[in-house]
């Protein structure tokens, strides 16, 4: 289980609203939001968290 202090982009909860973010500003593919999410945070989420 993560530690809830490393504050990745990938805190439970957090993901859903930095995608829907994501997709506010312009429509994206999948792929394109993982890259993106991967850029703003530095780690890219897996391809089925998206």
């Known amino acids: 289980m993560r530690n809830s202090d490393e504050g990745s982009c ?3 909860g957090m ?3 930095l995608i829907l973010y994501l997709l506010s ?3 994206m593919h999948g792929h ?3 890259n993106e999410i991967s850029q703003r945070e ?3 989420p897996s391809p089925g968290t998206i």
Do not use: H
Request: with cysteine; glycine share 14%; charged share 45%.
């Open 15 to 17: 993901l859903g609203f």
């Open 42 to 44: 530095g780690e890219k």
């Open 10 to 12: 990938c805190d439970r």
């Open 25 to 27: 500003k312009k429509p």
């Open 32 to 34: 394109e939001i993982s």
